[in-house]
């Protein structure tokens, strides 16, 4: 999928250059990545976890931007990227073609100013465009921001896995699944 727009947010003003990853930003991805795992909890990884190389990552943002089930979405700030929302089908069969899944981040510096709800509203639109029926995603419990924004554009939660996360210093997190119809 293709996106782009500049947008003002709504709290501070910024401008956002949003638009969909290619293959030369991939080491803005990386660099993006790297740094927010390393901010929060609530992500999938450890701090460096992540260890697509930039090769690596600029063929899956190609191939993002040529799919059109798929979207790797970037947000830059004065050329700096400070979030991003990704999209993909939830497995390539014909059985599930009708759910996406989604998951985002932004970067720590940016967070309650509005990027992430930009960012959501504008990959709901997107996956109706693409003709997706439904829009899933994984929360850490304890992540009430994220729920809230979830829950105010329609997310309900469906399902919680207990300890679903187990950190490297032992502790462990519980996941909601939420679900939107679209
Ligand atoms: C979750 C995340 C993507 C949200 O993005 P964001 O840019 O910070 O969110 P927004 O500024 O758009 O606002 C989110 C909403 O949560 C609300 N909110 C903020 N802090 C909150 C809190 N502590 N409790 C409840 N709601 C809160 C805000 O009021 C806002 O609602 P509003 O638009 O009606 O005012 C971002 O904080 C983030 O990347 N966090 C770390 C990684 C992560 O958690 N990713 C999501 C994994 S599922």
Redesign the pocket.
């Known amino acids: 999928m293709l996106y782009s727009k500049t947008h003002q947010l709504?709290?501070g003003g910024e401008t956002i250059e949003l638009r969909s990853a290619g293959a030369a930003d991939a080491e803005a991805m990386i660099e993006l990545l790297n740094k927010?795992d390393r901010?929060?909890k609530?992500?999938s990884r450890e701090p460096g976890e992540f260890t697509a190389s930039i090769e690596e990552e600029a063929n899956w943002l190609k191939n993002a931007e040529s799919d059109e089930t798929s979207l790797q979405l970037i947000a830059f700030h004065q050329g700096e990227a400070v979030?991003c929302c990704g999209i993909s089908p939830i497995a390539a069969k014909r059985r599930f073609v009708h759910r996406a899944v989604l998951?985002?981040?932004?970067?720590?510096g940016?967070?309650?100013?509005?990027?992430?709800?930009?960012?959501?509203e504008t990959s709901i639109g997107l996956c109706k465009q693409a003709g997706f029926e439904q829009l899933e995603?994984?929360?850490?419990a304890q992540?009430?921001?994220?729920?809230?924004?979830y829950s105010?554009l329609g997310f309900e939660v469906v399902g919680r896995m207990p300890n679903a996360l187990k950190y490297a210093d032992g502790s462990r997190a519980a996941v909601y699944d939420m679900v939107k119809p679209l």
């Open positions: 709504k709290k927010v901010q929060t609530y992500l979030g998951g985002m981040m932004v970067e720590q940016f967070q309650g100013r509005g990027l992430g709800r930009l960012m959501l995603l994984e929360v850490v992540n009430l921001r994220a729920i809230a924004l105010s």
